[in-house]
């Protein structure tokens, strides 16, 4: 166990649905990072948050947004889905910026139909 | 463009084999890299990590890689692997602060 929860663990939805993903960190940590796992585009990064702010962009559609509370949990929205948005959608989190390593959460499957 | 390359893609063993994963990447500087594991059903788990020091680390259960800077290369080494170690591996440079750049992944099968 990582200390990284993600909730839910299942998801299965229709096309041009929105859904809500929720991260909550390791105690402590206050980076959040969200990755997405899917058969044709492997494992890639979407976007990381510290302490609120986002820090960093990486392959993350525009129909899709996230934020992060001043709890430090996370949320992941995506919008308008599709049926290649079907994937694993990772949560991690790590103590700062720095050269910390990132610790994962056990990631929400969805599937839309 | 920043990229990370695994040669195998599915690698299939019998119980006591050596292993070894290769992994390069594509870019210079400063970069930390990782190994992380994925079991059947699980999430990803660190397997070991490199940020300065001795090139040759140790991780947990046995793994071991080694850091190679003149060849961009991190390759993942077990002496002898057992069937609990099926699973995917994943290598992971990371350049800068946060994200982490992960490789297609190898798959490994181990046959008791």
């Known amino acids: 166990d990582s200390g990284v929860t993600q909730t839910p663990k299942h998801l299965i939805t229709a096309t041009g649905q929105r859904v809500t993903l929720r991260c909550s960190p390791r105690s402590g940590d206050l980076s959040v990072y969200w990755y997405q796992q899917s058969l044709d585009q492997g494992l890639q990064f979407l976007i990381h948050?510290?302490?609120?702010?986002?820090?960093a962009k990486g392959n993350i559609l525009e129909r899709f947004s996230a934020q992060q509370f001043p709890d430090l949990h996370s949320e992941l929205n995506l919008s308008s889905l599709e049926l290649g948005d079907s994937a694993l959608y990772f949560c991690?989190?790590?103590?700062?910026?720095?050269?910390?390593?990132?610790?994962f959460g056990p990631g929400t499957r969805l599937t839309v139909l | 463009a920043q990229s990370v390359s695994q040669h195998n893609h599915h690698v299939i063993l019998s119980e006591a084999a050596s292993l070894e994963l290769g992994c390069n990447y594509s870019y210079g500087g400063t970069v930390n890299l990782f190994w992380y594991v994925q079991y059947p059903g699980q999430h990803l788990q660190l397997l070991l990590k490199?940020?300065?020091?001795?090139?040759l680390v140790k991780g947990i259960k046995g793994f071991e890689a080694e850091f190679i800077k003149s060849k961009f290369s991190f390759n993942l080494r077990k002496p002898s692997v057992q069937w609990s170690d099926t699973a995917e591996y994943f290598c992971a440079p990371r350049r800068g602060y946060n994200k982490l750049i992960f490789g297609a992944g190898t798959r490994l099968a181990v046959h008791p």
């Open positions: 948050y510290y302490n609120g702010e986002e820090r």
């Open positions: 991690a989190s790590s103590a700062g910026t720095g050269s910390n390593e990132q610790f």
């Open positions: 490199y940020f300065s020091g001795d090139p």
